[in-house]
T-cell receptor
Framework: GESVGLHLPTLSVQEGDNSIINCAYS??????FIWYKQESGKGPQFIID?????DKRQGQRVTVLLNKTVKHLSLQIAATQPGDSAVYFC???????????FGSGTRLQVQP | EAGVTQSPTHLIKTRGQQATLRCSPI?????VYWYQQALGLGLQFLLW???????NRGNFPPRFSGRQFPNYSSELNVNALELEDSALYLC???????????FGPGTRLLVL
């Protein structure tokens, strides 16, 4: 992901709606992409990952889309629940080097 | 299955002192990674250890160092502490030949 400084964008959605969180990355050599969820006072929790030979991958209630042409990654959460409220980070890496580059994060707020 | 564990949970030091942070990976994982999460700077890659060897290092000064033991646990040492070293230090682990990194809860270091 790209480091964009101190600003932490916030996405506010209603419970039951679908959420889409977007992320840009800058390293053309990155071939591995991953989304994490971080709740206050906890470490990042793995959500879903995708390799550069794919453009879509689905998990339980989550889908990751990868557009390598424009270096863009998105996370879709279906039927968002209050427990989904957290900060979401995208990260990318060149798998040979394993150093994840994290985006600045997006705060997801789910309104009941 | 137990996750990544880190100790201590909190650590308070004064400027110029040394800090030692510890990490135990998920059972069966051979790679350990260290990241710094400082306020306003996001998550930044510090170090990657695999099979006892340092495999990659982020853009941090040499006073940040570490090691990995034969049981795959790891230590991060920070010498000559500076105020700006105050941060959450996160450890992650991954299985052999796999890129997915699973994070621990972190050690919060405060330098006074």
């Amino acid at each position: 992901g790209e480091s964009v400084g101190l600003h932490l964008p916030t996405l506010s959605v209603q419970e039951g709606d679908n959420s889409i969180i977007n992320c840009a990355y800058s390293n053309s050599a990155s071939d591995y992409f991953i989304w994490y969820k971080q709740e206050s006072g906890k470490g990042p929790q793995f959500i879903i990952d995708i390799r550069s030979n794919m453009d879509k991958r689905q998990g339980q209630r989550v889908t990751v889309l990868l557009n390598k042409t424009v270096k863009h990654l998105s996370l879709q959460i279906a039927a968002t629940q209050p427990g989904d409220s957290a900060v979401y980070f995208c990260a990318d890496a060149d798998t040979g080097r394993r150093a994840l580059t994290f985006g600045s994060g997006t705060r997801l707020q789910v309104q009941p | 299955e137990a996750g990544v564990t880190q100790s201590p949970t909190h650590l308070i030091k004064t400027r110029g002192q040394q800090a030692t942070l510890r990490c135990s990976p998920i059972s069966g994982h051979t790679s350990v990674y260290w990241y710094q999460q400082a306020l306003g700077l996001g998550l930044q890659f510090l170090l990657w250890y695999d099979e006892g060897e340092e495999r990659n290092r982020g853009n941090f000064p040499p006073r940040f160092s570490g090691r990995q033991f034969p049981n795959y646990s790891s230590e991060l040492n920070v010498n000559a502490l500076e105020l700006e070293d105050s941060a959450l230090y996160l450890c992650a682990s991954s299985p052999d030949y796999q890129e997915t990194q699973y994070f621990g809860p972190g050690t919060r270091l405060l330098v006074l």
